[in-house]
């Protein structure tokens, strides 16, 4: 049987990755899941399993770390929420990456190819020229530190709002109308002129998942979530009664509940 390991900080998109593969290869044991690089590592020696999906952007011991690790002892994929630099550091490579959220037809095309290179026992290519490539985008990417404060005017007041403390973002119009949990817990709402499609770019994507085309949700602030009919859930906030849609588009990121 074929065995995998999955590596990713976010415990919901981990989980979201594992019940996708079981749809989308049956065959697949998923062996082992890792919350970071070094559970990654320590997991690999010992499972050894035939392949390993790698979130690049873990903190401490990266993605791309652990690819170092594993050589060519097994086939690497990388997960990445950061599209222009992974097809800049894969065009002419041969290692797989998927992209955040994860698409179910991505998904099967990338499944495809790694039962062939399975079924004809192809050996895991070398790849340290490619690595190396993708370290160097790494930093590059990180250069630019993520959003850290919103300036949001709340009557005649000018708030600057710690990104950590906002619960979502939901795009209004032209506006976008930030939900934030102020002090002592009360629940926080205003509306700044930014766009969503603009704020998204300056957030930490391991923080920050897209659920809907007109919503972003903190990870951190979810409770739970529901399934709902036509293919769509809801995602319920810990401190907060209003709940928040997720679309169809969006719905695999959830498919372990």
């Known amino acids: 049987m074929t065995t995998a390991l999955i590596a990713d900080d976010e415990p919901l998109l981990r989980g979201a990755l ?5 749809q ?15 559970e990654a590592i320590k997991q690999f020696d010992a499972i050894q399993p035939d392949v390993c999906f790698l ?4 903190p401490g011991v990266s993605g791309v770390d652990v690819a170092h690790h594993i050589g060519r002892r097994a086939h690497v994929v990388f997960v990445t929420a950061y599209d222009k630099y992974a097809v800049q550091a894969f065009a002419q490579g041969v290692l797989d990456y998927l992209v955040k959220p994860v698409e179910p037809a991505r998904l099967a095309e990338t499944v495809a190819r790694l039962k062939e290179r399975l079924r004809m026992a192809q050996p895991a290519s070398n790849t340290e020229a490619l690595l190396r490539e993708l370290a160097t985008q790494l930093e590059r990417r990180a250069s630019p530190p993520s959003l850290r404060w919103i300036r949001a005017q ?3 007041t000018l708030r600057l709002i ?7 973002l939901r795009s209004e119009a032209k506006y976008t109308l930030i939900a934030w949990r102020g002090e002592a817990g009360q629940a926080c709402e205003a509306l700044i002129s930014s766009t969503l499609k603009e704020l998204i770019t300056q957030l930490d994507a391991a923080q920050f998942v897209q659920v809907h085309r007109s919503v972003v949700v903190n990870l951190r602030a979810i409770s739970h979530i529901t399934r709902g009919g036509n293919e769509t859930a809801s995602v319920h906030l810990k401190d907060r009664k209003e709940q928040l ?6 719905l695999h990121l959830f498919r372990q509940m």
Request: glycine fraction near 4%.
């Open 154 to 156: 709340v009557g005649q």
């Open 55 to 58: 979130d690049v952007h873990m």
């Open 24 to 38: 989308a290869w049956p065959e697949l044991q998923v062996a082992a899941q890792a919350r970071n690089g070094r």
């Open 245 to 250: 849609p997720v679309s169809r588009s969006y």
């Open 162 to 168: 710690p990104v950590d403390d906002i619960v979502y």
């Open 18 to 22: 594992a019940q996708m593969l079981a």
